[in-house]
């Protein structure tokens, strides 16, 4: 049982919060490459400390982060390819993408790539490889398999396979891993490379003073190798397709709430082996990051339960899960009283969740575009505010702060204005936006204050990253080189100090 725990939060620190596919780079996405590391160089340059990413799983067609193909597996196409070519596995003209509309000249380059390793036979990284498929080979296998399969049958639902696949007949599993043997190696090769890629990011970053702060979505996509190959962890139909799905009742963002679509978990079975899938599924990403993120903690207190023949979320209901003994039974099995967790308390949030969030020291999130449309009592109002936290003026999920700010309507755009030059003590002017509430996240007692790269850079409408409930136009968005000022290092350093935070 965990007596002791402490939250990460020891001292004041700020963050900025970026995805791996927003920064500048290739034509088509950011990746691993030599545009990460010149960002956290901008990042070490500003004296910040935390830079936050959203899941860096594979994604389907749709790119979201939140629906990945498996929960341990990195995204192949942040590769960084010209690392490929300095490897000898590519030439410079393999690289040069044939459009700038997508990504799907990566995946050639991969493949090709992965001939050329296997043919390396005395590449020094040969021994790593095979190292790395040993030590990862609990969800390794599953899902090079499962990526292949997925590949043969035209990138279909695993529901749809023929019975014996569908239903991992062991026969059948092991006629297509001989069938399959190639792209099987080529998804091993790809997560290797990704690993090492990310790795070496990481100690870039670390030895910068700079924490790598990940993303675990509470639920995975019903199209996964982790519900495919283990369908006694998730409440399912004898054909494989949920029964119930995941959501959030009517709220902030959606008056007919959020249907999510992912199934829900077998808390029983889960329970009953000692939740081993969420402590290997810890265990893998606190091993590629620094501090996580646990997406829609409430979750784990009780989670919205829709019918699946729901077209909407309003026909769901509210269902207890065991989180308290989840928890604790990672908190246990990892060794870690203090575990670099956050709790991402958005929504409706109860005492209970609140109580299992205290439960374990987890620090949770306060968002400042939420702050103002009730009375001074409002929890986000920054005056409000409570050290063991992380302060965001807008997650990705929200708009940017500008055109946040640029669309409400007058009464409460002055209304904004009057109540951060209360807070920072002086007049405000809508000149001043979206600085002013980046000041405001900097100025909160909260110990760590993430700020968005749209609102550090300025912009406005059009450069969201998402917008919860729809599934078009939404992960694409990037900045650019050219945006960042000269001095941009400098002005952040200045006003992180003078709030005393680094």
Same mark, same amino acid.
């Given at each position: 049982?965990?007596?002791?725990?402490?939250?990460?939060?020891?001292?004041?620190?700020? *963050?900025?919060?970026?995805?791996?596919?927003?920064?500048?780079?290739?034509?088509?996405?950011?990746?691993?490459?030599?545009?990460? %590391?010149?960002?956290?160089? $901008? $990042?070490?340059?500003?004296?910040?400390?935390?830079?936050?990413?959203?899941?860096?799983?594979?994604?389907?067609?749709?790119?979201?982060?939140?629906?990945? &193909?498996?929960?341990?597996?990195?995204?192949?196409?942040?590769? #960084?390819?010209?690392?490929?070519?300095? !490897?000898?596995?590519?030439?410079?003209?393999?690289?040069?993408?044939? =459009?700038?509309?997508?990504?799907?000249?990566?995946?050639? /380059?991969?493949?090709?790539?992965?001939?050329?390793?296997?043919? #390396?036979?005395?590449?020094?990284?040969?021994?790593?490889?095979?190292?790395? /498929?040993?030590?990862?080979?609990?969800?390794?296998?599953?899902?090079?398999?499962? =990526?292949?399969?997925?590949?043969?049958? @035209?990138?279909?639902?695993?529901?749809?396979?023929?019975?014996?696949?569908?239903?991992?007949?062991?026969?059948?599993?092991?006629?297509?891993?001989?069938?399959?043997?190639?792209?099987?190696?080529?998804?091993?090769?790809?997560?290797?490379?990704?690993?090492?890629?990310?790795?070496?990011?990481?100690?870039?970053?670390?030895?910068?003073?700079? +924490?790598?702060?990940?993303?675990?979505?509470?639920?995975?996509?019903?199209?996964?190798?982790?519900?495919?190959?283990?369908?006694?962890?998730?409440?399912?139909?004898?054909?494989? %397709?949920?029964?119930?799905?995941?959501?959030?009742?009517?709220?902030?963002?959606?008056?007919?709430?959020?249907?999510?679509?992912?199934?829900?978990?077998?808390?029983?079975?889960?329970?009953?082996?000692?939740?081993?899938?969420?402590?290997?599924?810890?265990?893998?990403?606190?091993?590629?990051?620094?501090?996580?993120?646990?997406?829609?903690?409430?979750? &784990?207190?009780?989670?919205?339960?829709?019918?699946?023949?729901?077209?909407?979320?309003?026909?769901?209901?509210?269902?207890?899960?065991?989180?308290?003994?989840?928890?604790?039974?990672?908190?246990?099995?990892?060794?870690?009283?203090?575990?670099?967790?956050?709790?991402?308390?958005?929504?409706?949030?109860?005492?209970?969740?609140?109580?299992?969030?205290?439960?374990?020291?987890?620090?949770?999130?306060? +968002?400042?575009?939420?702050?103002?449309?009730? #009375?001074?009592?409002?929890?986000?109002?920054?005056?409000?505010?409570?050290?063991?936290?992380?302060? %965001? =003026? @807008?997650?990705?999920?929200?708009?940017?702060? &500008?055109?946040?700010?640029?669309?409400?309507?007058?009464?409460? !755009?002055? !209304?904004?204005?009057?109540?951060?030059?209360?807070? &920072?003590?002086?007049?405000?002017?809508?000149?001043?936006?979206?600085?002013?509430?980046?000041? /405001?996240?900097?100025?909160?007692?909260?110990?760590?204050? +993430?700020?968005?790269?749209?609102?550090?850079?300025? !912009? @406005?409408?059009?450069?969201?990253?998402? =917008?919860?409930?729809?599934?078009? *136009?939404?992960?694409?968005?990037?900045?650019?080189?050219?945006?960042?000022?000269?001095?941009?290092?400098?002005?952040?350093?200045?006003?992180?100090?003078?709030?005393?935070?680094?």
């Amino acid at each position: 049982m965990v007596t002791t725990v402490h939250s990460i939060l020891t001292r004041r620190q700020t *963050g900025v919060l970026l995805h791996i596919t927003s920064l500048p780079g290739q034509p088509d996405q950011g990746d691993l490459g030599r545009d990460a %590391y010149r960002f956290v160089d $901008l $990042l070490a340059a500003g004296g910040v400390s935390v830079w936050q990413v959203l899941p860096i799983g594979p994604t389907h067609s749709d790119n979201s982060p939140y629906q990945c &193909l498996s929960a341990h597996a990195g995204n192949p196409l942040f590769i #960084d390819l010209d690392w490929l070519v300095e !490897q000898g596995w590519l030439a410079t003209d393999d690289i040069a993408p044939e =459009t700038t509309t997508g990504s799907a000249y990566r995946r050639p /380059c991969l493949r090709k790539a992965g001939a050329a390793f296997r043919k #390396d036979s005395r590449h020094p990284l040969q021994a790593a490889y095979r190292k790395f /498929c040993k030590t990862q080979e609990s969800w390794l296998a599953d899902f090079a398999l499962f =990526t292949a399969l997925r590949e043969h049958h @035209g990138h279909t639902a695993w529901q749809t396979w023929p019975e014996e696949l569908r239903d991992r007949e062991p026969e059948a599993l092991a006629r297509f891993r001989r069938k399959l043997a190639t792209p099987i190696s080529n998804v091993k090769f790809e997560q290797f490379v990704f690993a090492h890629q990310w790795n070496a990011l990481r100690q870039y970053a670390n030895d910068r003073h700079i +924490i790598l702060f990940g993303d675990v979505p509470i639920f995975v996509s019903d199209d996964s190798a982790d519900v495919w190959a283990a369908r006694r962890n998730f409440n399912l139909r004898e054909d494989g %397709y949920p029964r119930v799905v995941a959501g959030v009742p009517p709220d902030y963002f959606s008056a007919t709430g959020q249907r999510w679509g992912n199934p829900h978990y077998d808390w029983d079975a889960m329970q009953a082996d000692g939740f081993e899938w969420w402590v290997n599924r810890f265990r893998s990403q606190l091993a590629l990051h620094d501090w996580l993120r646990i997406d829609h903690f409430r979750g &784990l207190e009780a989670y919205w339960e829709i019918p699946a023949e729901s077209d909407t979320a309003m026909e769901g209901r509210w269902v207890k899960a065991p989180g308290g003994e989840l928890l604790e039974t990672v908190f246990n099995t990892l060794n870690g009283a203090g575990l670099p967790l956050v709790a991402e308390n958005l929504g409706i949030i109860t005492p209970e969740v609140e109580a299992l969030r205290a439960r374990f020291d987890l620090p949770g999130m306060l +968002i400042l575009q939420f702050a103002f449309d009730s #009375d001074d009592s409002n929890p986000y109002l920054p005056w409000n505010h409570t050290e063991n936290n992380v302060v %965001y =003026t @807008g997650t990705h999920d929200n708009d940017t702060t &500008l055109s946040w700010y640029q669309n409400l309507e007058p009464d409460m !755009q002055r !209304q904004v204005l009057e109540r951060i030059g209360h807070f &920072l003590n002086r007049p405000v002017q809508e000149s001043d936006m979206p600085e002013a509430l980046n000041e /405001c996240a900097l100025a909160s007692p909260a110990r760590l204050a +993430i700020l968005p790269m749209q609102d550090i850079l300025g !912009q @406005g409408q059009g450069h969201r990253m998402n =917008t919860p409930g729809t599934c078009t *136009g939404n992960w694409s968005w990037r900045f650019d080189w050219s945006q960042v000022s000269h001095d941009l290092g400098t002005r952040l350093r200045e006003q992180i100090g003078r709030y005393d935070r680094s």
